[in-house]
C-alpha cells in the first residue's frame, strides 16, 4: 500500500528544486527514447522546445494556440479551487461558440467591430447557461457535476454537429456541413505590425488573455469573493462555520467557467475560422485541464502552462516536419514532460509511506 | 542543499545552450536547392495500414519511389481540420516546400488563407471546391467502383437486402449510395437498399454497430462509406459479404471481403510534382468547381479495383464487364430515364446528368430506401 502523508512544513529548497528535477528527468528520459527509436536526440529537443521559439512569427502562433488553453484554464481554476469539478469545459466552449455564431450569423452584413461585444458576451451566456446544468442540478439535487458536464459535452458536439449540417448550413456549401461565412463585424481582425505584416496567426483576441490574468489575479487574491472559493477549497468545514453559502459558490464558479470557456469558444472561432463547422474545439476544453492544474490553480501559473503545452505541441509538429518523428512519439514526450511535472509537485507537498496493506 | 541547486542549475543551463548550439536543423526558411523539389503533404490521421490517409500515405510513397533524390517530402500528421490545419501548411510554406498537398476537405478554406500569403508556392486541395490562382483540386469519382459493387451486390444477394453505411448525408456519399443502386438496379429489380448513417468518417465501434444492424435485419451483402474495417470483421463473422473502402481490406476479412475500390492517388501527386517541375503546373479553368480541376476516376486509374474475390467466376465476370463498360465510357452510370424513389422522374431518357447535378444530389434513386436525413 502507498499513503500520502501531508508534509507539514514544505521545504522552500524544494519549491526550487522539484520544478528543475522533473525537467532533468524529463530531458533525461526524452534522450533515452529518442536515441533507442533512432532518431537525433538533441536535434528532437531542439525541435520540441526551442524551435518554436526560433522566429517571431512562431511565438506569435505559440500565443495563439495557448490563447484558449489559457481562458479555459483560468475559469477551471475556479472551479478546482472551490472542489467543483467541471470537466465540461469542452462542451461550454462549443455552445459559447455557437450561440455567438448564430448571432453573427443573423446580421449578416453588420461591418462595425462593436458588433464583437455583442458576440463575446453572447458567447459567455452560451457557455454559461451550458454550465448551468451542471450547476443547478448540483445545488438542488446534489447530483454529480463531473458526470453531468462531461456527458454534456458529447450533447454540444453532436448539436453543433445537427446545427451546422441543418439549420446554418451555407446553400453554397455543396451539401458539405460548413455555415455561411461570419459578418465582417463579427470578425478577430489578425494584428498588423508596421513593417512586418502579420505574424502568423497572431490576432486581437490575445489581448483578451492579457486583460484577464491580472484580473483573475486580483480576484483570486484580493477579494472576498476569491477568499471564499479559496476557504470553500482548503477547508470546506471552516467555510461553513463562517457561514459562506457553498450552493451559490459552486453555482458561481461553474457559470463563471463556464462562461469563460464559451469567450475561448468566440476568440477561436471568430479569430481563426471565420464560420460554424462540425468541429471547433479539437480537444481544447480538456487540454485546458491539465493547464489548469500544471498551473498550479494560480493564474500567473496558468498563463506560463498554457504557453508550456502550446510550445510542445507546435514542437511536436515541427519534429514532424523537419525530422518525420510521428506524433505518436511526442506524444509520449508529452506524457513524459506531464508526468514528472506532476510528480515533482506532488512530492513536494507529500511523503510517501510505503506499508504492508491489505 | 545549495551545491545540489547549482550543480543542477549548471546541468540545464548548461542542456539549454548545447541545445541553442545545435542549431543546423532550422527548416532554411524559402531556400532552394537546385534541381531537388520540396514537397509537403498535411494527413488527417496518422496513416495507420488501411482507410483515407494511408490511400495518401501510399501515393507519397509512390513519390518517393519515382522521384528518389529529386524531391524532398515532408509529412504532417494527424492534423485537425481548424486553425492548426493554416499554422501547419504555413509552416510547411515558409520551410520552403514548393508544392502541398492538403488531403482532407475540411483544409479547404486554411489551404486558401495560407496560399494567398505565399503565391509562388502551389497547393493541392484533395476533395475542395474552391480554388485560385495557385491552389489546384483534386478528387477521385468514387462512386464509379461503387456501380460495380452494386452489380456484385445484385449478383451475391440471397436475402435482396442490402445493407449500406453512409458517413454524412453530403452529396458525395449520396451519389455514391445511388451508383450502387443503378449497378444494383441493372442486374436485380427486387433488392433493395437500406442506409444507416454513422454520422462519422471513422469509428470503428459505430460501424460494427451499424452492421450488426443490418445483419440482424436480414442484409447479407454490406457496403459502406466509411472508413475502417469494422464493417467487413462483423461481416466476416456473421458470415455476410462485403466490400473494402479506400484501401484493400481482404487482410481483415479475407472470407468475406468481395473486392475493394483503391483509392489511388499517387499518378496524380506524380503528375503535379513533374507538372510543376517542368513549369506546367496548372489549375485547370474557374475559381469555383463542385469537384477540382482533376476528378479522376477509373479511367484514369485514380480508382483502381482490388482482385475479385469470394464469388463465383461468372459474377466476377459480370463485374469485369461493368468495369470495362464505365473504362471504356460504353456505361454511363447516371444515365436517363433516373426516377427516385419517391417516383418524381429527374431525368428523362436520352439524357444523362452532368457533373454539377452530381454534386447538387440530394435523393435517392429507386432501389434505396428511406429518404435522405436534413
Redesign the interface.
Known amino acids: 500500500m502507498i499513503t500520502f502523508i501531508p508534509r507539514v512544513k514544505v521545504s522552500k529548497?524544494w519549491v526550487?528544486?522539484a520544478p528543475?528535477?522533473s525537467?532533468?528527468f524529463t530531458?533525461f528520459f526524452g534522450l533515452l527514447i529518442f536515441t533507442f527509436l533512432g532518431y537525433n536526440p538533441?536535434?528532437t529537443?531542439?525541435?520540441i522546445?526551442?524551435?518554436p521559439f526560433?522566429r517571431i512569427d512562431r511565438i506569435s502562433?505559440i500565443l495563439?494556440?495557448a490563447c484558449p488553453l489559457i481562458i479555459i484554464g483560468t475559469g477551471l481554476m475556479l472551479c478546482f479551487k472551490s472542489n467543483v469539478w467541471n470537466i465540461g469545459a469542452e462542451g461550454q466552449f462549443i455552445m459559447g461558440a455557437l450561440l455567438a455564431g448564430f448571432i453573427a450569423l443573423s446580421f449578416p452584413n453588420i461591418e462595425t467591430k462593436f458588433f464583437l461585444l455583442i458576440t463575446i458576451l453572447a458567447g459567455f451566456v452560451g457557455g454559461a447557461l451550458w454550465a448551468f446544468i451542471p450547476a443547478i442540478l448540483k445545488t438542488k439535487l446534489n447530483v454529480n457535476e463531473i458526470l453531468v458536464s462531461l456527458m454534456l459535452v458529447y450533447v454540444a458536439m453532436l448539436f453543433i454537429?445537427f446545427i451546422v449540417?441543418?439549420p446554418l448550413?451555407d446553400p453554397m456549401s455543396?451539401?458539405?456541413?460548413l455555415s455561411k461565412p461570419y459578418p465582417e463585424g463579427a470578425i478577430i481582425n489578425k494584428i498588423p505590425f508596421p513593417g512586418i505584416g502579420f505574424l502568423?496567426?497572431l490576432h486581437y483576441g490575445i489581448l483578451f488573455v492579457f486583460l484577464l490574468v491580472p484580473i483573475s489575479w486580483i480576484f483570486v487574491n484580493k477579494t472576498l469573493g476569491g477568499f471564499k472559493i479559496n476557504v470553500l477549497g482548503s477547508a470546506p468545514q471552516a467555510a461553513k462555520f463562517a457561514g459562506f453559502k457553498q450552493n451559490s459558490i459552486t453555482l458561481t464558479v461553474l457559470l463563471l467557467s463556464g462562461g469563460l470557456a464559451g469567450v475561448a469558444g468566440v476568440i477561436?472561432v471568430s479569430a481563426?475560422?471565420?464560420?460554424l463547422?462540425p468541429?471547433?474545439s479539437?480537444g481544447y476544453g480538456f487540454t485546458a485541464i491539465i493547464v489548469a492544474f500544471l498551473g498550479r490553480l494560480s493564474p500567473v501559473g496558468i498563463l506560463f502552462a498554457g504557453i508550456i503545452i502550446a510550445t510542445v505541441k507546435?514542437g511536436a509538429?515541427?519534429a514532424?516536419?523537419?525530422?518525420?518523428i510521428?506524433?505518436?512519439v511526442t506524444g509520449l514526450f508529452e506524457g513524459i514532460l506531464l508526468f514528472f511535472l506532476l510528480t515533482g509537485e506532488t512530492l513536494q507537498k507529500y511523503k510517501i509511506k510505503w506499508s504492508e496493506g491489505k | 542543499?545549495r551545491n545540489?541547486?547549482i550543480l543542477?542549475?549548471v546541468?540545464?543551463v548548461g542542456?539549454?545552450g548545447?541545445?541553442?548550439y545545435?542549431?543546423?536543423?532550422?527548416?532554411p526558411v524559402a531556400e532552394k536547392e537546385t534541381s531537388v523539389t520540396k514537397v509537403?503533404f498535411v494527413y488527417l490521421t496518422?496513416p495507420g495500414d488501411h482507410g483515407w490517409t494511408y490511400a495518401h500515405e501510399l501515393g507519397k510513397q509512390m513519390v518517393e519511389k519515382r522521384f528518389g533524390k529529386d524531391v524532398k517530402v515532408?509529412?504532417?500528421?494527424?492534423?485537425?481540420?481548424?486553425?492548426?490545419a493554416?499554422?501547419?501548411i504555413?509552416?510547411?510554406a515558409k520551410?520552403g516546400n514548393e508544392i502541398i498537398f492538403t488531403t482532407s476537405?475540411?483544409y479547404m478554406?486554411p489551404t486558401l488563407k495560407v496560399a494567398k500569403e505565399f503565391p509562388d508556392v502551389k497547393f493541392e486541395h484533395i476533395t475542395g471546391?474552391k480554388r485560385s490562382k495557385n491552389v489546384a483540386t483534386g478528387n477521385i469519382r468514387f462512386y464509379e467502383g461503387r456501380y460495380i459493387q452494386g452489380v456484385v451486390a445484385g449478383l451475391m444477394t440471397k436475402t435482396n437486402k442490402i445493407g449500406y453505411i453512409g458517413a454524412?448525408?453530403?452529396?458525395?456519399v449520396?451519389m455514391g449510395i445511388n451508383a450502387f443502386a443503378q449497378g444494383l438496379k441493372s442486374v436485380n429489380k427486387d433488392a433493395t437498399i437500406s442506409v444507416i448513417w454513422a454520422?462519422t468518417w471513422y469509428d470503428p465501434v459505430k460501424e460494427a454497430d451499424a452492421a450488426k444492424v443490418h445483419i440482424a435485419e436480414g442484409a447479407d451483402v454490406l457496403a459502406q462509406h466509411t472508413d475502417s474495417p469494422a464493417m467487413l470483421q462483423i461481416a466476416e463473422k456473421e458470415g455476410a459479404l462485403g466490400f473494402g473502402q479506400s484501401t484493400d481490406m481482404s487482410a481483415f476479412a479475407p472470407k468475406a471481403q468481395l473486392f475493394a475500390s483503391i483509392n489511388n492517388w499517387g499518378p496524380y501527386y506524380i503528375k503535379k510534382i513533374e507538372e510543376l517541375r517542368n513549369g506546367k503546373w496548372n489549375t485547370g479553368d474557374g475559381p469555383h468547381h463542385?469537384a477540382g480541376n482533376v476528378w479522376g476516376g477509373l479511367k484514369s486509374d485514380m480508382l483502381i479495383i482490388s482482385k475479385f474475390q469470394n464469388m463465383p467466376d461468372e459474377v466476377a465476370q459480370k463485374a469485369q464487364e461493368a468495369l470495362d463498360g464505365i473504362k471504356t465510357g460504353k456505361i454511363n452510370i447516371f444515365a436517363g430515364p433516373l426516377i427516385d424513389n419517391t417516383g418524381k422522374e429527374i431525368i428523362p431518357a436520352g439524357k444523362a446528368l452532368d457533373d454539377g447535378a452530381l454534386?447538387?444530389?440530394?435523393y435517392y434513386l429507386q432501389g434505396v430506401d428511406g429518404k435522405v436525413p436534413?
Not at chain 1, 272 to 275: A, E, L, M, S
Open positions: 529548497n526550487i528544486i528543475i528535477l525537467i532533468v530531458i538533441l536535434e529537443l531542439y525541435q522546445f526551442v524551435s526560433s502562433d495563439v494556440k454537429d449540417r441543418g448550413r455543396f451539401g458539405f456541413p502568423g496567426q477561436e481563426n475560422i471565420g464560420q463547422q468541429e471547433v479539437f507546435l509538429d515541427n514532424q516536419m523537419t525530422m518525420g510521428p506524433k505518436v | 542543499m545540489i541547486i543542477l542549475g546541468l540545464v542542456a539549454v548545447f541545445l541553442f545545435q542549431d543546423k536543423s532550422e527548416i509537403g496518422t515532408s509529412v504532417v500528421e494527424n492534423v485537425p481540420e481548424g486553425p492548426d493554416t499554422r501547419v504555413r509552416e510547411l520551410g476537405f475540411g478554406d471546391y454524412y448525408p453530403i452529396a458525395e449520396i454520422n463542385w454534386w447538387g444530389m440530394n436534413g
